[in-house]
């Protein structure tokens, strides 16, 4: 088959488009050639978790790659044939375990028989979905689109040296189902959790404290934020210190909205937790059931789906606007967008209606 070019400045520029291209051409079975690859970033080309991830996706499709090291611009990719099994991949360092998941996981889901994958590397990285917002928010609604997901997180994994552990699981799943989220309706309850590995207990108190505190003075009355303060000899303790904290919203629609922020050293615990609960608030406000992260990370799930899928979005991105670019180009889709960047918009995406080989 003739290779798809794509361009890895495109839009926002970064390793998402390698991430969501790579994904895609498993899925589809299309070659692909990827240029300019995160040509938008300060250091432009391949990073070690780019290149693990690009590897996980190849090993569970079979495929042939060219153009594999740190810092190519350039790959291309030949699919051949998806498998399932058990596999393990190490980010090195605290490369994100959740963006290496993010390309494997529609490639899991399309795969001939299940799989099991155990990740290596950071599992809470700042400009990376944590591992709760998988657990909390994006798996629980892709179930509705029909797909069968866990992740497990058996070690936490912090900067510098990563060192955590994920492991995911997945049955194969016929087709996919559309997805509409168009209405919020109030908000039922806010759940939450905060978290750290090798610090003084009082932290995590700290954080958790606040953003209840915050949350309950902007009108929002069920609100609780479990608390988790790891030590040395936990079996989930990570190998350097860290914390954050995540807060999940759930609608009377059914939808699930999340913020999470995590900690940085010299930053007051509750100035993270104030974070957060800020951007909870500011997105609920909007009256839109989706957060801005999973705008993004539905278009690919949407495109692969049978009919149409609607969504109205707390905050349209340029990462969202560049994945719908990047499934026009590989799978043909159409999509309609009513909004501008920065503000809450409505996603319409006509799937292609992808079946699983065999």
């Known amino acids: 088959m003739e290779l798809i070019e794509i361009d890895g400045s495109m839009g926002e520029g970064g390793g998402q488009i390698l991430r969501n291209a790579v994904s895609l051409s498993a899925v589809l079975m299309k070659p692909i050639r990827v240029y300019n690859i995160r040509a938008k970033r300060s250091n432009p ?44 991949f190490d980010a090195g360092t605290a490369g994100s375990t959740t963006l290496i998941l993010q390309s494997l996981m529609p490639v899991m889901a399309f795969s001939r028989e299940p799989v099991e994958v155990e990740l290596r590397g950071g599992t809470n990285n700042p400009m990376a979905p944590p591992v709760e917002y998988f657990q909390y928010v994006l798996i629980p609604i892709l179930e509705r689109m029909g797909c069968s997901f866990e992740v ?96 999940v919203a759930e609608l009377e629609s059914g939808a699930i909205m999340a913020s999470d922020n995590l900690g940085k ?33 539905l278009v690919i799930w949407a495109a692969l789906a049978s009919g149409v899928s609607e969504y109205r979005v707390a905050e349209l991105t340029m990462h969202t606007t560049t994945s719908i670019d990047l499934c026009r180009i590989m799978a043909g889709i159409s999509a309609e967008v009513d909004g501008r960047l920065g503000e809450p918009a409505t996603i319409r995406i006509a799937g292609i209606g992808h079946r699983r080989p065999g």
């Open 152 to 247: 497990e997180l058996l070690r936490r994994g912090f900067y510098p040296r990563g060192g955590g552990v994920v492991r995911a699981r997945s049955k194969p799943v016929e087709s996919l189902k559309p997805i509409r989220l168009m209405e919020s309706g109030s908000v039922r309850k806010i759940r939450g959790l905060s978290y750290s590995c090798r610090l003084p207990a009082h932290i995590v108190e700290r954080m958790a404290s606040t953003a209840e505190r915050i949350l309950r003075s902007a009108g929002y009355g069920d609100v609780h934020v479990e608390r988790q303060a790891l030590q040395p000899g936990d079996n989930a303790c990570s190998l350097d210190p860290g914390c954050g904290i995540i807060l």
């Open 45 to 88: 080309g391949l990073r070690p978790q780019h290149l693990t991830g690009v590897k996980a996706v190849a090993a569970l499709s079979s495929a042939e790659v060219s153009g594999l090291y740190v810092g190519s611009k350039e790959i291309v990719f030949r699919p051949r044939a998806l498998k399932g099994g058990k596999m393990s």
């Open 265 to 297: 050293l010299g930053v007051p615990a509750e100035r993270v937790a104030e974070e957060a609960a800020q951007s909870l608030i500011k997105q609920l406000e909007t009256g839109a059931p989706v957060d801005k992260h999973l705008g993004d990370q």
